[in-house]
C-alpha cells in the first residue's frame, strides 16, 4: 500500500488540474445555484442538462475531444431559448413539455452515439465524466465559460432577485420576464457546459441544486448563501477527490470521483436535514412553557 499525504496527492498534475476544475465549478455553481433554488428551476435544470447530451455527442462525434465545447454551447444556448419560450406557457403545459424535450433530446443523443464503434466507452465518458483527465486547455474552457456564466449573472442580478421574489410585480413594473429568464436559463446552460466535461451529464445536476439547498438549511441570511453553497461545494469536491485517490491507490476499489462527490453532498444533505429538523424542535417552546 502506497502512503502519499495530501499535499503530495493535490500537487500531482493531475489531481491538481481536476482541484483547479473544482474550484471553478464551485464559485459558479454557488452564484448560479441560488436563483435555480429561488426560482424553483430545479426541473429546468435538470432538463438543460439532458438537452446538451446531443450536442456533447455530435461535437464528440464531429471533432473529437475538442468539439465537445462548440457542441455543448450550441445545445446549450438553443435548449436555453427554448425552455424560456417554454417558461412563458406556465402550468403544467409548462413542466410536459420541457419532460418532452428532455428525454426526446437525450434519447436522441444516445441513438447518435450509438452508432460509433467505440459506443459504450463514449457513452460512459459523456454520463459520467473524467475529472482526472481534464487537460489544461479543457480547463481554460471550463474557466472561460463558468465567467461567462458568472458575467450573466453579475449584470441581470437585479431582475432575477426582483422576478424571484415578486413575479406580477416584476412583470406590473415594466420589466421584460422573457429576457430575465432568458438570461438565467443561459447562465445554466454556460454553467452545464463548464461542468460536463469534468463531471458528466448525470453528475452535474447535482452541483446545480445540491449545494444551495444545504446552504438554505444552514443558513436564513440571504448575503450568506452564495459563500456557504461555495465552500460546501469546494469541500464535497475535495472530499471526493481525495477519498477516490485513497482507494485507487490502496487498491480497494477504483471509484468514480464525480459520483464519489455527489454522494457526499447528498451526505451533506442529508445531515443538513437533520440539523435543521434539530434546531427547529429546540426553538420550539412547550406548551405548558406557552401558557
Given at each position: ?15 491538481m488540474r ?9 464559485v ?7 436563483f435555480?433554488?429561488?426560482r ?7 432538463g438543460l442538462v439532458h438537452?446538451?447530451f446531443p450536442?456533447?455527442?455530435i ?5 473529437g475531444?475538442?468539439g465537445?465545447?462548440?457542441?455543448a454551447?450550441?445545445?446549450?444556448v438553443?435548449a ?13 403545459g409548462?413542466d ?5 424535450t428532455?428525454?426526446?433530446l437525450?434519447?436522441l ?5 450509438s452508432?460509433?464503434?467505440?459506443y459504450v466507452?463514449?457513452l ?5 465524466g473524467?475529472?482526472?483527465t ?12 463558468a465567467l461567462?456564466?458568472l ?9 432575477l432577485?426582483?422576478r424571484s421574489?415578486d ?11 422573457f429576457r430575465?429568464d ?6 445554466v446552460a454556460l454553467l ?14 447535482a ?19 452564495m459563500?456557504?453553497?461555495?465552500l ?5 469536491g ?6 477516490s ?10 471509484a468514480s470521483p464525480?459520483?464519489l462527490?455527489v ?6 444533505y442529508?445531515v443538513?436535514v437533520?440539523?435543521s ?15
Open positions: 500500500m502506497i502512503d502519499v499525504g495530501v499535499f503530495a496527492m493535490f500537487s500531482l498534475p493531475f489531481m481536476a482541484l483547479i476544475a473544482i474550484a471553478i465549478l464551485s459558479a455553481a454557488g452564484a448560479v445555484g441560488v435555480i433554488n429561488f424553483e428551476l430545479e426541473f429546468v435544470s435538470d438537452a446538451v450536442g456533447l455527442v461535437g464528440m462525434l464531429v471533432g475531444s475538442a465537445l465545447l462548440p457542441g454551447v450550441i445545445a446549450a438553443i436555453a431559448a427554448l425552455f424560456a419560450f417554454l417558461g412563458r406557457t406556465g402550468g403544467s409548462r410536459a413539455g420541457i419532460a418532452v428532455l428525454t426526446g437525450f434519447s443523443g444516445v441513438v447518435i452515439v452508432r460509433s464503434e467505440s466507452s463514449q460512459q465518458e459523456l454520463l459520467f473524467r475529472i482526472l481534464v487537460t489544461v486547455a479543457q480547463l481554460w474552457q471550463i474557466a472561460v465559460v461567462a456564466a458575467v450573466i449573472i453579475w449584470c441581470a442580478r437585479r431582475a432577485l426582483f421574489f413575479p406580477a410585480g416584476f412583470e406590473n413594473a415594466g420589466f421584460n420576464a430575465t432568458l438570461a438565467l436559463n443561459v447562465a452545464v457546459v463548464a461542468g460536463v466535461q469534468a463531471l458528466g451529464v448525470l453528475m452535474v445536476i452541483i446545480l441544486v445540491l449545494p444551495v439547498a444545504i446552504a438554505r438549511l444552514l443558513s436564513r441570511a440571504l448575503w450568506s448563501l459563500p456557504i453553497a461555495t460546501i461545494m469546494f469541500g464535497a475535495v472530499a471526493g477527490l481525495w477519498a485517490f485513497e482507494w485507487s491507490v490502496s487498491g480497494r476499489v477504483s464525480g459520483a462527490i454522494l457526499i453532498l447528498i451526505s451533506a442529508i443538513g437533520g440539523i429538523f434539530a434546531v427547529g424542535r429546540l426553538g420550539r417552546k412547550p406548551m405548558c412553557e406557552r401558557r
